[in-house]
Nanobody, 115 residues
Framework: QVQLVESGGGLVQAGGSLRLSCEASRSIFDINVMGWYRQAPGKQRDFVAFITSGGTTNYADSVKGRFTISRDIAKNTVYLQMNSLKPEDTAVYYC?????????WGQGTQVTVSS
């Protein structure tokens, strides 16, 4: 079972940038999909972005053009570059991996965007 550890969250002003990292405990080359989700207080956990083992990416409409998901297979790490941040991006961001029937979540990292 892979383990995921997120990092890179913090407090940033609106318009600023952050890069989140999700480091896996083993190689990610054969993980079908790795993605980012976020959960704001009192709300459900929502999809943000994913990247497949073939390199295909997809984004929620709310982050298209501002966020970029990427991966470094040699470092077992998936990144989420977040630019032009808005207060509504404030949430706990979670990393998720899907391999066959196995789903793993990280513990989350807090992102707070001040206006």
């Amino acid at each position: 079972q892979v383990q995921l550890v997120e990092s890179g969250g913090g407090l940033v002003q609106a318009g600023g940038s952050l890069r989140l990292s999700c480091e896996a405990s083993r190689s990610i080359f054969d993980i079908n999909v790795m993605g980012w989700y976020r959960q704001a207080p009192g709300k459900q956990r929502d999809f943000v972005a994913f990247i497949t083992s073939g390199g295909t990416t997809n984004y929620a409409d709310s982050v298209k053009g501002r966020f970029t998901i990427s991966r470094d297979i040699a470092k077992n790490t998936v990144y989420l570059q977040m630019n032009s941040l808005k207060p509504e991006d404030t949430a706990v961001y979670y990393c998720k991996s899907v391999k066959t029937n196995s789903v793993t979540w990280g513990q989350g990292t807090q992102v707070t965007v001040s206006s």
